[in-house]
């Protein structure tokens, strides 16, 4: 059976001399695994359009293990990432983050709008780093249902106070009140009205916050306290962005 989609490519691996097996986020089809028969030939047109983070449409075809190309047309490859080391290694992140939190052989739709749209902001230099990455982090989250409850304080049920006070272990809230008995970190309330944007507002205007570069550097580091936390993986691709940050 044949069938159209279009694709971001997550992951790439050789497969002998000629073909390879890439990992594809759809919007119909969640994420999937495909072959690509002659890759690595030089007049191979499924070439370009089958690397790493290309967004593409594509002809598929079922396999016994694992879907088959048969052809690719790139539509997106987000020139501004491949020449700044720094946007690439964060654009991979991305694409880990994705394989590891949307769903398999389902419809993820608004997983793959997310990440195309960080992706183009990232390219463009549109937006800064660190709110792109709090926004993957903390939607796909979310999304893939660890949403925290930033409603109110889980105790009174106070909305806010000028401190909110975060549990990441339970991704719970607590009002200047009620915070004294838990473990959680004081968070100012310009990040947690942030964090409430990040998980309520539709997608059409979740790019819509303004904060000072520092508090989104603070906002970066909560949501990656908290994905840490709740997924309990390691990711590899963020080591090797906090290390280029950090040099």
Known sequence: MRLNTNGLILKEQNIGESDKLVTVLTADLGVIKAFV???????????????????SKLT??????????????????????????????LGQYFAELAFELAPKETNANEYLRTILNSLYFLSNGTHYPAKLKAIM????????????????C?????????????NFEHGLLYC?????????????????????????????GLYD????DESLDELSYITETYLKTKTEKHFKT???????RNT
């Not at 982090?137 to 109110?152: C, D, K, Q, V, W």
């Open 37 to 55: 028969r002659g890759a690595k030939s030089v007049k191979s047109k499924k070439q370009s359009a089958t690397g790493l983070l290309c967004y």
């Open 209 to 212: 916050f303004k904060l000072p």
């Open 176 to 204: 200047e009140n009620c915070a004294g008995s838990e473990i959680a970190l004081p968070i100012p309330l310009e990040i947690i009205s942030a964090m409430r944007h990040i998980v309520f507002s539709e997608l059409k």
């Open 154 to 166: 889980d105790k009174c049920g106070e909305y806010e106070t000028d401190t909110m006070f975060f």
């Open 60 to 89: 598929l075809y079922t396999g016994k293990d694992a879907y088959i190309i048969d052809e690719a047309q790139a539509t997106e490859v987000f020139f501004g990432l491949r020449n700044d080391i720094e946007k690439l290694a």
């Open 238 to 244: 963020l080591d090797f962005y906090n290390s280029l």
């Open 137 to 152: 982090e903390l939607r796909l989250l979310s999304l893939s249902g660890y949403m925290p409850n930033l409603i109110a």
